[in-house]
Antibody, heavy 120, light 110 residues
Framework: QVQLVESGGGLVKPGGSLRLSCAASGFSFSDYYMSWIRQAPGKGLEWVSYISSSGSSKYYADSVKGRFTISRDNAKNSLYLQMNSLRAEDTAVYYC?????????????WGKGTTVTVSS | EIVLTQSPGTLSLSPGERATLSCRASQSVSSSYLAWYHQKPGQAPRLLMYGASSRATGIPDRFSGSGSGTDFSLTISRLEPEDFAVYYCQQNGSSPPSVTFGQGTRLEIK
């Protein structure tokens, strides 16, 4: 079945780095844009970044621009988020999601999320 | 950047009642790019509606969406116990490319 599984979360000190991964299965990964969305504890959803199907186009929220890098490996059916210069306000559950486009824009498949905690 | 404002912040209703949730955009949004999700505690969000009024796969017909321009709404005709959750609207912008979520409406059992 169609599935996304995130991994790589954990506890990191302010200023540190972390790389999140999202393994996709059950669909043709290389055909879809993909996105990262996060949710701070007790807060709403915040879009982080999305990447085109080929990986040639990448877009970021202002809050992470210059610190986070989205990438993908279509041969491995995997999406990544490299997070550098982490701050306390980056503490959140990070979800990857499949993007549907073509006259619409929405995220129809979500992973269960991986938790990132930035604390000294 | 387009801001989405959802109202009310919390809606307290009983099973069987009708719920209407609002999502207002700070400037006009194409209805094609307006989606709704709900999220239950400890779970990932789930897509409900896309294109403002199209139900996602597996979503029952008690859910309906409408609206255009800056005002959109999600209606649940008869609330079931599993409908009590937090609801988010979302839009996609192109200049610059970005995605925005509303702050959410908590639908709770009265």
């Amino acid at each position: 079945q169609v599935q996304l599984v995130e991994s790589g979360g954990g506890l990191v000190k302010p200023g540190g780095s972390l790389r999140l991964s999202c393994a996709a299965s059950g669909f043709s990964f290389s055909d879809y844009y993909m996105s990262w969305i996060r949710q701070a504890p007790g807060k709403g959803l915040e879009w982080v970044s999305y990447i085109s199907s080929s990986g040639s186009s990448k877009y970021y929220a202002d809050s992470v621009k210059g610190r986070f890098t989205i990438s993908r490996d279509n041969a491995k059916n995997s999406l990544y988020l490299q997070m550098n210069s982490l701050r306390a306000e980056d503490t959140a559950v990070y979800y990857c999601a499949r993007v549907r486009r073509g006259g619409y824009y929405y995220m129809d498949v979500w992973g269960k999320g991986t938790t990132v905690t930035v604390s000294s | 950047e387009i801001v989405l404002t959802q109202s009310p912040g919390t809606l307290s209703l009983s099973p069987g009642e009708r719920a209407t949730l609002s999502c207002r955009a700070s400037q006009s949004v194409s209805s094609s790019y307006l989606a709704w999700y709900h999220q239950k505690p400890g779970q990932a969000p789930r897509l409900l509606m896309y294109g403002a009024s199209s139900r996602a796969t597996g979503i029952p017909d008690r859910f309906s969406g409408s609206g255009s321009g800056t005002d959109f709404s999600l209606t649940i005709s008869r609330l079931e116990p599993e409908d009590f959750a937090v609801y988010y609207c979302q839009q996609n912008g192109s200049s610059p490319p970005s995605v925005t979520f509303g702050q959410g409406t908590r639908l709770e059992i009265k």
